[in-house]
């Protein structure tokens, strides 16, 4: 059978998605004081859900307040009130669309003017020149592990109650879960570390509690990575036995994606000849996993064409295509693209001209989270604009944290 872009996608739990676009979590970093929701929220997400992607799943949204990715994360923990996400559950799932929640704790990856103190699953520090940006993590100690899984648990079902549809663990991009699962970042001696067997237990715990908070018809998705892209990290080989485990206890959609704060194959930038050949970056991977699991496959990075995406699908790559940047720029780009539209994504490679710059400042990131929050006002997104003056812009907004890599 052919499969388009317009045919519908039945998850394990027999919900069904309405068609095989699915819009990737991009941190809105947009909050309100407190780490709330705000109506920009709601204006972004209302644009998107009417642009007529299937699935939104949102930006990371942090489940502890004390170790946080970016300083305007949403937060959902025990004891905070964040009634305002309702209004924003409400329009991001207008027009059958469903909105998952992305939950996240970025372990080391909560840069130094955030954690003066963060943790991981071994006291390894980013390499350089990311030590300069990230202090030296602690290692967690088996109480505050157990702790940390009761707080996914906690704030998916805080996302349920609140109105989002689903939930998603982001277990990929070098966060905590990915650093568990890393040989490199994981040199615990009992029951967390050493074996894959042992560095999965955590993402399993995670998974397990969540299934037990939300129930069996909720679905719950995690964004893994192909590979970490790192000697001595989480090689393709582990990446498909705990998507094998995953799916076995019933996990409802695999997101792949790939890579870390240092080494970013997820935003395309490396441009290693393994992520070349393919439009989307993730897809010879994502094959040989779609033969191994009956889990439905989302994968995420590089998708720019129909064509492209058609024959992802058609190929049996994957069973759902996940649009990030291209979503940015253009908000209506899935009704286009299913009503066969000739339209081509506007993501373009950016520069400010200074090759120095470019290596150190984080423009994928500060250049499309502007866009954002322009739709968050209720603007159109501006695809020609200045990247001197969106750097110049988040210098002056952030000051010298700007320079510091917020997220990717
Ligand atoms: C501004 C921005 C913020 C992002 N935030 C997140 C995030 O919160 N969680 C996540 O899993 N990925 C995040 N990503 C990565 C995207 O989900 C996606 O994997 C990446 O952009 C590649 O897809 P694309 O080529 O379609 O843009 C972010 C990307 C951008 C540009």
Known sequence: MTLSLNSTLKLPNGIILK????????????????????????????????????????????????????????????????????????????????????????????????????????????????????????????????????????????????????????????????QFLSPHHNRRSDKWGGSLENRMRFVVSIYKAIRDAVGLEFPIAIKINSADFQKGGFSQEDSMEVVKVLSELGMDLIEISGGSYESQEMMGTTKKESTRKREAYFADYCEQVRKIVKTPIMLTGGFRSLKGMNEALEQEACDLVGLGRSLVLNPEFPNQLMAGEDVKSEVHFLTTGWKIMDNIFPLEITWYTQQIHRMGKGLDPKPKMSVKASVLYTLISMGVDGLKRVRG
């Not at 946080?68 to 799932?93: C, D, F, H, M, Y």
Request: glycine content about 8%; some cysteine.
């Open 19 to 178: 068609n095989r676009i699915a819009k990737s979590a991009m941190s809105e970093n947009m909050a309100s004081k407190n780490h709330c929701a705000n109506s920009r929220f709601a204006t972004l997400y209302r644009r998107w859900a009417n642009g007529g992607a299937g699935l939104l799943i949102s930006g990371n949204i942090m489940i502890d307040s004390r170790y946080l990715g970016e300083p305007n994360n949403i937060v959902l923990e025990k004891g905070r009130s964040n009634e305002a996400i309702r209004e924003w559950t409400r329009a991001g799932t207008e027009n059958g669309t469903h909105l998952w929640a992305q939950l996240n704790h970025p372990g080391k990856q909560s840069p130094k003017f955030l954690s003066k103190e963060p943790v991981a699953p071994s006291a390894i520090a980013l390499k350089a020149p990311l030590d300069r940006m990230f202090n030296t993590p602690r290692e967690l100690t088996n109480e505050e592990i157990e702790e940390i899984i009761e707080r996914f648990a906690t704030a998916a079902k805080l996302a349920k109650d609140l109105g989002f549809t689903g939930v998603q663990i982001h277990g990929a991009h070098g966060y905590l879960v990915s």
